[in-house]
């Protein structure tokens, strides 16, 4: 089993930045590459980036690349995501979760986190 706990969620203004953080438990942490999506009221679930298991490898959704930056501290058990130069748009419930780096891409993955809120005002 795996755990996720994501935090760093909150309330910022259009242009400021956010770090969210995902504490992974359980199995082997570089057994897996780890992803973040995000899921706004109304909408589905959307992959917002992912990283190998090694760390060289990102991946992004056209919409955040320059402005997101995905990196994992394996010492810690932790990924990042940080996200600057936010926009409204970017509101939603953030997930962290954990798989192989295609099953992420496509969405599916075994384990995921509780998800954070990221508010965007503008």
């Known amino acids: 089993q795996v755990q996720l706990v994501e935090s760093g969620g909150g309330l910022v203004q259009a242009g400021g930045s956010l770090r969210l953080s995902c504490a992974v438990s359980?199995?082997?942490?570089?057994?897996?590459?780890l992803g973040w999506f995000r899921q706004a009221p109304g909408k589905e679930r959307e992959f917002v980036a992912a990283?190998?298991?090694?760390?060289?490898?990102?991946y992004y959704v056209g919409s955040v690349k320059g402005r997101f930056t995905i990196y994992r501290d394996n010492a810690k058990n932790t990924v990042y995501l940080q996200m600057n130069s936010l926009k409204p748009e970017d509101t939603a419930v953030y997930y962290c979760?954990?798989?192989?780096?295609?099953?992420?891409?496509?969405?599916?993955?075994?384990?995921w986190g509780q998800g954070t809120q990221v508010t965007v005002s503008s």
């Open positions: 359980g199995r082997t942490f570089t057994s897996y590459a």
């Open positions: 990283i190998s298991w090694s760390g060289g490898i990102t």
């Open positions: 979760a954990a798989d192989s780096a295609p099953r992420l891409r496509v969405g599916v993955a075994n384990y």
